[in-house]
């Protein structure tokens, strides 16, 4: 009876030393401070959205997948950018279209 008993002491004091060195090289399990409501880690330049801005895009993942208020004002932002650059194609081209017809 006293070597189980000596047995289930010692292993106690190895998961104690193993759980105290993890909770020394693995940090004391901190977490970092929530966002602020209505803010996002996800980051976009203020103007001139490129391909490779939308590549880099990673959007924060919550229980049920991403966080849909930043995929929505990614959306929203990307939306916006086309539009401004169609409107601007639009802008060049019906400007052009009178200087062709007077060669």
């Given at each position: 009876m006293t070597t189980a008993l000596?047995?289930?002491?010692?292993?106690?004091?190895?998961?104690?030393?193993?759980?105290?060195?993890?909770?020394?090289?693995?940090?004391?399990?901190?977490?970092?401070?929530?966002?602020?409501?209505?803010?996002?880690?996800?980051?976009?330049?203020?103007?001139?959205?490129?391909?490779?801005?939308?590549?880099a895009v990673r959007f924060q993942l919550v229980l049920r997948g991403y966080k849909m208020s930043e995929v929505d004002w990614v959306l929203r932002r990307a939306g916006a950018e086309i539009d401004q650059l169609r409107a601007r194609v639009a802008e060049l081209e019906a400007g052009r279209a009178p200087a062709e017809e007077r060669s």
């Amino acid at each position: 009876m006293t070597t189980a008993l000596f047995y289930l002491v010692i292993m106690l004091l190895v998961a104690a030393v193993v759980y105290l060195l993890a909770a020394v090289v693995f940090g004391r399990g901190e977490e970092l401070a929530p966002l602020a409501p209505g803010t996002s880690p996800t980051r976009l330049p203020a103007e001139d959205l490129t391909a490779e801005d939308l590549r880099a895009v990673r959007f924060q993942l919550v229980l049920r997948g991403y966080k849909m208020s930043e995929v929505d004002w990614v959306l929203r932002r990307a939306g916006a950018e086309i539009d401004q650059l169609r409107a601007r194609v639009a802008e060049l081209e019906a400007g052009r279209a009178p200087a062709e017809e007077r060669s």
